[in-house]
């Protein structure tokens, strides 16, 4: 096969990579069935809790962080985040080490940021309330979550921060598992983020990365790409 010259041949950041080799080394990354919120049966599951030890989080938390900046300079016109918002549960580690990535890659311009999640259920004692975390009324907000799937987790978090009266102004995801919104729609749930809420989408890694790094894993997972690629001919989205 024709090899590109080593000047064009497309390089994958060290983030990425780290972040790639994390999901198959701490089991991030699972096969089986797994019952999806979208109700969707999939062979493999995302399992961001499995980030649960320093090194972990360092690999996840510097890739949101290289991709945030990237994703801010490539669309200048996006105001700077007043708040990384990580949606329960999941998110809620997320957002909390990504800001202190962002902090330690670029601290001029992240030492004024605060980070904010939500509780599943409100609390009535106490501070009170469903939020934890800096106000969001009049601020800018960039939202960052685990996996996207059929965007419901997304719809309801960019319904909240309107409801407390702030701006989504960005949505950061780890993984972007492209597949349609629904049986009958063909376009992603990301696609839709974009076009119906105008909010512009970033992304650490696609399905096509996971299969990728599976595939070169070798040592018995050629069956669960195979699976994986089944899959995503089931579920692939048409933007
Ligand atoms: O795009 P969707 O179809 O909405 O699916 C993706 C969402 O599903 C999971 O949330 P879940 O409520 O299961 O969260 P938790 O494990 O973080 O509590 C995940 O953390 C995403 O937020
Ligand atoms: O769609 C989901 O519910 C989902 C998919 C996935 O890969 N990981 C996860 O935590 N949730």
């Known amino acids: 096969m024709a090899q590109l010259p080593p000047s064009t041949a497309p390089t994958i950041p060290a983030y990425k990579t780290a972040f ?3 999901c198959l080394s701490a089991n991030v990354l699972t096969f089986g069935t797994y019952t999806l919120k979208s109700g969707r049966q999939s062979p493999y599951f995302f399992n961001a809790g499995a980030f649960h030890t320093a090194p972990l989080l360092s690999a996840i938390s510097t890739a949101y962080a290289h991709t945030i ?8 016109d996006i105001p700077q985040p007043d708040v990384i918002f990580g949606p329960a549960y999941k998110g809620i580690p997320l957002a909390t080490t990504t ?23 409100a609390k009535n004692h106490g501070e009170t309330g469903s939020l934890v975390g800096s ?7 960039l939202v960052i979550d685990d996996v996207i799937t059929a965007g419901t987790a997304m719809r309801e978090t960019i319904e909240l921060v309107k409801k ?14 492209g597949e349609r919104i629904s049986e ?14 105008g909010v512009r989408t970033a992304r650490i890694v696609g399905l096509d990365d996971l299969i990728g790094v599976v595939r070169a894993e070798g040592g ?4 669960e790409a195979e699976r994986m690629e089944r899959y995503r001919e089931r579920w692939r989205a048409s933007d």
Request: aromatic share 8%; hydrophobic share 40%.
């Open 99 to 121: 800001l202190l990535a962002l902090h330690t890659l670029a601290p001029d311009s992240w030492s004024r940021t605060s980070y904010t999640f939500n509780r599943k259920e």
């Open 20 to 22: 790639l080799q994390a």
């Open 220 to 223: 018995g997972l050629e069956g």
């Open 164 to 177: 407390e009266g702030g701006r989504v102004v960005g949505f950061v995801v780890a993984v972007d598992r």
């Open 184 to 197: 009958g729609e063909s376009q992603s749930a990301m696609g839709l983020i974009r076009r119906e809420f």
């Open 69 to 76: 900046i990237a994703f801010l300079a490539e669309n200048p």
């Open 135 to 141: 106000p969001l009324a009049n601020k800018n907000i």
